[in-house]
């Protein structure tokens, strides 16, 4: 599975932004997908994952702020970020595994800049 992550870029607190994960190469609907996000210095954060098999579970800190979604049609996950804070900047990546795995996610996208600045 690649994955290409977009729509990332600078904002104004309070702002909202939609960032998006394309998928290629596999049936894209077996896979769970997450976002995370990393800031320079700091480990990598959850933020939210989705599959058709389990709950949606969102991180506290995004909670109530952003909403995933997918379209396994355009093989594509969405992640809509409203209420932005300048604590959300980081690099945000979509990830993927199989549905049925309990392992760490196996598929990577590139990373994608989120600004929240004024």
């Known amino acids: 599975v690649q994955l290409q992550a977009s729509g990332g870029g600078l904002v104004q607190p309070g702002g909202s932004l939609r960032l998006s994960c394309v998928a290629s190469?596999?049936?894209?609907?077996?896979?769970?997908v997450g976002w995370f996000r990393q800031v320079p210095g700091k480990e990598r954060e959850f933020i939210v994952a989705?599959?058709?098999?389990?709950?949606?579970t969102y991180a506290d800190s995004v909670k109530g702020r952003f909403t995933i979604s997918r379209d396994n049609a355009e093989n594509t996950v969405y992640l809509e970020m409203n209420s932005l804070k300048p604590e959300d900047t980081a690099v945000y990546y979509c990830?993927?595994?199989?549905?049925?795995?309990?392992?760490?996610?196996?598929?990577w996208g590139q990373g994608t800049q989120v600004t929240v600045s004024s």
């Open positions: 190469g596999r049936r894209f609907s077996n896979y769970r």
């Open positions: 990830a993927a595994k199989l549905s049925s795995s309990v392992g760490s996610y196996d598929y």
């Open positions: 989705i599959s058709s098999d389990r709950p949606t």
